[in-house]
C-alpha cells in the first residue's frame, strides 16, 4: 500500500529548541494531518492542512502542505517538557475518501531539561 | 463527552483464544476504523466502516473480523489468536476527512 516516510524516527533535544520534522510520500496526497501521542494514550489532533501552500499554526507548532502535494512538514518552537511524545503525519492519497487515510512512522521526541 | 471509549485496556491471551474489543462513540460519527500500532510501523488500517451495517477490508485484515450492527460501536473480533497479533489497537472515529478521533488503546498480549 502507499506509504509515508517521515523523518527523522527519533530526535533528543535541549528544552527551549525549535524542532523539525517532516513526511513525504511518492503519491499526491489531498489532506495531510498532524498527530500527537502521549505515552498510553491514543494520538490526538494537532493540526491539519487542506489546500497546497497552506500554512497553519497552532500555538508553539506551525506546520505546511507542501507545495507538490508531496510532502508535509511540522515545526515546533521553543520546545518544553510537554511537548515529549510521538508525532504521526497523516494523510489523505488523492482520489480516496476518508478511510484511505494513511499514517507515517512516527516521530519520537525526548527532551532534555 | 467521553469521545472514543474502547474496552478492554489490556488483555492477555492464549494462542487460539478468541476475543472481541469493543469501541463505542458518542459524537455521530459515521466513519470507524480499527488500526494496530508496532513499533516502528505506524498505524495500520485493519478494518473499517462507512456506516451502520457496513464494513471493508483495510491494509492488514487477516485473521480479524469486525462488526457494526450499532451506528455508535464498532467490534474487532480474534477468532483464534496468534503471537503476531500481539500489539496495541487502536479505534477511531470520523464524519469526515477532517481528521480522527482516538481511543486511548487496548494492549493485547497473545503468549
Known amino acids: 500500500g502507499q506509504q509515508l516516510n517521515q523523518s527523522p524516527q527519533s530526535m533528543f533535544i535541549q528544552e527551549g529548541e525549535d524542532v523539525s520534522m517532516n513526511c513525504t510520500s511518492s503519491s499526491i496526497f489531498n489532506t495531510w494531518l498532524w498527530y500527537k501521542q502521549d505515552p498510553g494514550e491514543g494520538p490526538v489532533l494537532l493540526i491539519a492542512l487542506y489546500k497546497a501552500g497552506e500554512l497553519t499554526s497552532n500555538g508553539r507548532l506551525t506546520a505546511q502542505f507542501g507545495i507538490t502535494r508531496k510532502d508535509s512538514f511540522l515545526n515546533i518552537s521553543a520546545s518544553i517538557p510537554s511537548d515529549v511524545g510521538i508525532y504521526f503525519c497523516a494523510g489523505q492519497p488523492s482520489g480516496q475518501g476518508a478511510q484511505k487515510l494513511v499514517f507515517g512512522q512516527g516521530t519520537r521526541l525526548t527532551i532534555n531539561p | 463527552n467521553a469521545g472514543v471509549t474502547q474496552t478492554p485496556k489490556f488483555r492477555v491471551l492464549k494462542t487460539g483464544q478468541s476475543m472481541t474489543l469493543l469501541c463505542a462513540q458518542d459524537m455521530n460519527h459515521e466513519y470507524m476504523y480499527w488500526y494496530r500500532q508496532d513499533p516502528g510501523m505506524g498505524l495500520r488500517l485493519i478494518h473499517y466502516?462507512?456506516?451502520?451495517?457496513?464494513?471493508a477490508k483495510g491494509e492488514v485484515p487477516d485473521g480479524y473480523n469486525v462488526s457494526r450492527l450499532k451506528k455508535q460501536n464498532f467490534l474487532l473480533g480474534l477468532e483464534s489468536a496468534a503471537p503476531s497479533q500481539t500489539s496495541v489497537y487502536f479505534c477511531?472515529?470520523?464524519?469526515?476527512?477532517?481528521?480522527?478521533?482516538f481511543g486511548s488503546g487496548t494492549r493485547l498480549t497473545v503468549v
Open positions: 466502516s462507512v456506516g451502520e451495517g457496513t464494513t
Open positions: 477511531a472515529s470520523s464524519w469526515s476527512n477532517y481528521g480522527y478521533t
